[in-house]
């Protein structure tokens, strides 16, 4: 069955206000996407802080309607509800039914990192290599979840993963939006994994692609509020560079002296910061880049300030 499809410009303070009038004349869904996201200085909003729900200055409203709404009445209930909504950026189409969260698995391949590891979408076949003994094969279906492998900073920590010894240790990964790196150290041999997330969505997810991925077992998955309070060998954070230098203290006290850690989500340029910050703790510490993205390990000193 096709959709009727609406979209028009706001701004972000006025967001609220179309989302109610679109709802209220009877959306099925209402989208909020960046209205400037081809200009070479749009604004990444990659992966928000706790508590925080950030939005682009100017926003592009995509509604989908049930096929067989009238285009007309429904401009003429929007001015009803809001006499103050600027419909003249309307636009509309009809757009064929597809099951949205599963389209872009079509263009989504196995993907190798490191030696061993190796991400693969339940939609396809293993290739040869991730076929092999030692193979680490992480079977992911992230669906609307942050985390695919596909970004330079999940790859970056993938890669890191990867090269380690993993064997009978506890992993901790800190924003795990699909849980793929705390799976991913599951398979290369870690005894068990911590997943920590401010979404409860992302939780959930992670808690699934464990379940598939038959190391459930060796899974907690935690809410930052509720997340215990103990030391692990190897610690991953792949959240954004703000974020990094907030929680410093707090992944430095995760980490067990001699343990080691991996912080990405840090362009090109923020580095020289979250180096200083982290030096109080953390000795050995060494980049990795991939395209604009780095990379940031080191090794928890013996004696460091608490």
Not at 154 to 171: F, N, P, R, S
Not at 251 to 265: D, E, K, M, Y
Request: net charge negative.
């Amino acid at each position: 069955m096709p959709f009727l499809e609406l979209s028009l410009h706001a701004r972000q303070a006025d967001h609220a206000r179309y989302e109610t009038a679109l709802d209220d004349v009877g959306a099925l869904s209402v989208t909020l996407m960046d209205a400037n996201a081809d200009a070479p200085d749009e604004q990444a909003i990659l992966e928000p802080g706790v508590g925080e729900t950030p939005l682009w200055a100017d926003l592009l409203v995509t509604a989908l309607f049930p096929d067989g709404h009238d285009p007309d009445l429904i401009l003429a209930a929007l001015e009803a509800f809001d006499a103050g909504l600027d419909l003249s950026s309307v636009r509309m189409r009809e757009v064929p039914d597809q099951d949205w969260e599963r389209v872009w698995m079509a263009d989504y391949h196995p993907l190798a990192f490191g030696k061993r590891t190796f991400i693969v979408p339940w939609n396809r076949e293993l290739p040869d290599a991730a076929s092999g003994e030692g193979a680490a094969v992480v079977r992911l279906d992230p669906g609307m979840a942050f985390g695919s492998g596909t970004h330079p900073t999940t790859a970056l920590c993938l890669e890191w993963l990867d090269g380690l010894d993993l064997a009978g240790k506890a992993v901790l990964d800190f924003g795990s939006g699909s849980g793929i790196l705390a799976l991913a150290a599951l398979k290369l041999g870690a005894a068990e994994a911590v997943a920590v997330d401010n979404d409860p969505q992302a939780l959930l997810a992670t808690a699934d692609n464990a379940e598939r991925n038959a190391v459930a077992d060796r899974l907690q998955v935690y809410l930052p509020a509720d997340e215990p309070v103990r030391q692990y060998p190897v610690v991953v954070a792949n959240i954004l560079a703000s974020a990094l230098a907030a929680l410093a203290e707090h992944l430095a006290a995760r980490t067990a002296p001699g343990g080691v850690i991996a912080l990405s989500g840090i362009l090109h340029g923020q580095q020289p910061e979250l180096l200083q910050i982290y030096a109080q703790w953390f000795d050995d510490l060494q980049i990795a880049r991939q395209d604009d993205w780095l990379r940031i390990s080191g090794r928890r000193r013996v004696s460091a300030p608490e």
